[in-house]
């Protein structure tokens, strides 16, 4: 029933015992203490387990842990510089008040990270579509939106693709 | 610094990096688990259970039914204690209920040691029922012969009957007060939803000696904890409730939910660590949702739109238990006075219905959502058939300049309705929009449409309003700040710290929130609803730092040899109050204070608030829609919310407050319903069929304010947190009914519902035949 998984997780290889049954989001919060990861509804409905894995954004609650093998995973406590700069997408999550319960947020940040990765500038229905699989009840995602459309714009004038 | 400036959210740092700590991120590890057994039918009793094959599962530990628990009733809403029980709260529920009112009723509770062997076990355990047939609407549940759900506490289904009539004479005797007058009937009807907070409710609970403690996911600790004595039949203060973030609530973690039967577990399990997590498709199903109500109104006016007699019936579908109920309907009741004056009368009769539903109970706006899309579409239909200009109606009618609420004496000592109305007129282009969008054709059109709406601050003088804060200043010069109020998303905690740092003479870096409540430290506050604690807990913040900001000074004098008059405290220090010279930093002063020989002093201050106040906020949503007639479906193209939520205390947050409003309000108007089946199962209770909005579900939301101080508020501020949800679904409305003629009267406007209408109405000619 154990497996013995070994994955890259926010920069550091991780050898842990797994529940071949087990889901990456209960792994990572409850062997690994990260907790950003949130569970909303277990089902890959509200996309606030949301992690990257070798660079993707996945629901971590529909995935399974095992699958993971050999694989780098990164969430929110892995975006920090290692001095503890915030990543320029947390510093505008902040400035633009994108956060408010904060449930979500982690998640988001995670598909905003996927998304910013690409270089490529977005349009704000492009980026609407593109988080579309993340529930917020907060913040009607207006703040979100603004955040994401600035670190996209300042990312793609930086690296522009 | 202070009030009136957007600084960044106090608790923003920790929300992007995932060090902010929720309910379930506590959790030491070990902790039992339980899973709640649910009932297979909507209305019956439980006869008998077989437990055989669930006990026989490896790794459970205990299994409690509806037979073991104490036999107590108690009432779950988050309401404040009312010392006379018989106008308080209904106390119609068990920790687990024998007799059944809801499909999804908590039967029974399985404690296993992981949650695979709970989840088997709660599958296993084996009910049998008498079962009574589902009564699903309030006419079957106000039948002579329909069942009483709660015999116990009334003979009938109707749960209560809150009825007013204020003015002059009758409805009926206003009929032939004049001659010419108009008259308008209509009913209207709205669906139920639910709160959908993205952190489903969570706890876990155990015990250190004779006390427990639980660890949950709520907006009112304070109020927990009290329901969680009376529950188990224990002195309130051996429980100990601890909040930490809470990943939003919205009414619904304004009720008491699983916390009693969380300590109850822990209590009956020798104290041990019980986790009680609600899934996201028992959150849906078997908390709590907005009521559904139906009302029928009458109203009488002249051929200019003067209003002359108006008259609202509303029908509330409580479902199976009290919760907030009681209160709801009477507040959806109370809007239909407030919002509109009538020359001569207006009455109101409110009934609140028990149903096998699932349970209604507080839920942003608290039965005023539902009350405005009653009288907006009323107004705008009533308009319409009048041949009248329904802003220039609206204008002439709406709540007076001074309005005192005759039952209440809640009044508007600020109003800025006009005012919202004139702002957002101007900048959404409305009299423009409003003609082009004259008499169009084709089956894609275009039109605008407009809803007011009033809100009160808190609740008194209705129920007790009161708060509680606590300041000291640390050896440093900072000020550490402890509120019973509670942080839930909406920014409380960065608005205390402004009034706090406003209040005292520091900079927000010098204040220190606490932004968790345990009962056994907090200051007591009855937590975050009715949009009261900007206002009610601002008052004890204000109050607390003027304590301390006395005592600094008093030992500022002492020390200085200057009289404390003379002295004032700005930006982190002492200075000379006539020309602002600073004369000792509060970090030198505060360690002097402290570590002085002669005077030693640690600055120290609790403030009590007994608030006796309430003020009306008011504002307006202006929204532009385009409707594709064939596919019944509308898209918002534009809309804009203004509110005037007098003094803002951090515009930034206050916007963030409305874009968030807004977009509930659209999710009312356009998608959002809880569907159940013909025996009372619901059919959407999960995140993919209930269509909550996504960010493709909705165009840009734009917010203004009109800021007239408010001379009750502590900074000149009221109500804003539940506000923005109230006026978007009937504005989308009435702009659907500018577009496209039809006047749809219940919520929410689905394709489906709209090609009905567009049918009926000649809109839609032909109906494609499905082979």
Known sequence: ?161 | MGVRESIKRVDAYDKVTGAAKYTADLLPTGALVAKVVRSKIANGRVLRFDLDAAKAVKGVMAIFTCFDVPDIEFATAGHPYVLEKEKGDVYDRKLLNERVRVYGDDIAVVVAVDEVAAARAARLVKAEYEEYAPILSVADALLPDATPLHPSVRPTNLLTHSSYRVGQGTYEEAKTSEPDLVEFEAEYSTQAVQHCHLEPPQSYAYMEGDRITVVSSTQIPHIVRRVCGQALGLPWAKIRIIKPYIGGGFGNKQDVLYEPLNAFLTWKLGGKLVKLEITREETMACTRVRHAIHAKVKALARKDGTLIARKIEAYSDQGGYASHGHSICANTVTLFKQIYHDHLVTEGDGYTVYTNHATGGAMRGYGIPQADFFVESMLEDFARKLGVDPMAMRLANCLPVGYVDPGTGISAYSNGMRECVAKGRALFDWDEKRKRYENQTGDTRRGVGMALFNYKTGVYPISLETANCRMFMNEDGSVSLQMGATEIGQGADTVFTQMAAESVGVSEANVHIVSTQDTDVAPFDLGAYASRQTYVSGMAVKRAGELLRDKVLDFAAFRLKKPAAELDIRADHVVRKSNGNPYVSLADLAVDAQYNRERAERFFAEASIDCHENTISTGVTFAEVEVDIPLGKVTILNILNVHDSGVLINPKLAEGQVHGGMSMGIGYALFEELLYDEKGRPLNDNLLDYKLPTAMDQPDLHAAFVELEDPTGPYGNKALGEPPAISPAPAIRNAVLQATGVAVDSLPLSPQKLVEYFVKAGLIKEVAQHV
């Open chain 1, 1 to 161: 029933m154990f497996k013995t998984l070994t994955m890259t997780v926010n920069g550091a290889e991780v050898s842990i015992p797994v529940d071949e049954r087990e889901s990456l989001v209960d792994t990572l919060r409850n062997r690994l203490g990260l907790t950003s990861v949130k569970k909303g509804c277990e089902v890959g409905e509200c996309g606030a387990c949301t992690v990257l894995v070798d660079g993707e954004a996945i629901d971590s609650c529909i995935y399974l842990s095992v699958w993971a093998e050999g694989r780098r995973i990164l969430t929110v406590e892995g975006l920090k510089s290692p001095t503890g700069e915030l990543d320029p997408i947390q510093q505008a999550f902040i400035d633009e008040a994108a956060t408010q319960c904060g449930f979500c947020t982690p998640g988001i940040i995670m598909s905003a990270v996927e998304i910013v990765g690409t270089g490529k500038r977005y349009s704000r229905e492009e980026l609407r579509k593109l988080i579309s699989g993340h529930l917020c009840r907060c913040t009607g995602y207006e703040s979100i939106l603004n955040a994401m459309e600035r670190i996209v714009e300042e990312t793609y004038k930086r690296v522009g693709k």
